[in-house]
């Protein structure tokens, strides 16, 4: 995921069954979608990979990369495009051995420099910083200042994923920041014109 201007990035909802696929389908027709992380609690790997195969040949037939989050071991049975872990989850040098050369590997890094400069060295592809505003999607404990994007891009070649209650209204300070994606889940997906639309409204914010 390397890029000059900045993309998106959406963030499943918890609950990916139903009519979720056919609404993901909508989602990445829409507009250029850069990834899509898949992130389910609470259940085994072999639900979660029946969940997951669905919507990863959604993203293969939108060249939409699929990254799943928190779990190494089912990013390799998917054959996934690689795995987002958060500060609890592993080492990006061991999901970097699991996955291999070409697996896209993200890190969780809060509002922490000190974390951010750590996964670089250790082989990460992207540092996510976050939550830049209030999220319903998780409990969250750190809030950067959008400051930590400029830094980030003043020093450092690796791409910085923004994250964290992020919609259409709010989000240009964070493009302006330097952030090379946005990470975005419930702006779209309780989006009440639905998701294509609320894609359609970051396509033409990130068009600039």
Known sequence: MTTNSC??????????????PAKLEEALAAAPVAA??????????????????????ICAAQNTAFIVNDDMALAKRLGADGVHLGQGDGDPRE????????????????????FAMEAGEAGAD??????????????????????????WQGLFELPCVAIGGITPDNAQVLIDAGADFLAVSSAVWANPEGAAAAVLQFDKLLAG
């Open 7 to 20: 993309q998106l990035y959406l963030i499943s909802p918890l609950d990916v069954g139903g009519d979720f």
């Open 36 to 57: 899509f992380q898949f992130r389910v609690k609470g259940v085994d790997q072999h639900e979660a990979a029946r969940l997951a195969a669905p919507l990863q040949a």
């Open 126 to 151: 992207y540092v996510a910083f976050g939550a830049f505003f209030p999220t319903t999607t998780k409990d969250v404990e750190h809030h950067p200042e959008p400051e930590i994007l400029t830094w």
């Open 95 to 114: 999901a970097r051995r699991l996955l291999g050369p070409d697996a896209q590997i993200g890190v969780t890094c809060h509002d922490s420099r000190h």
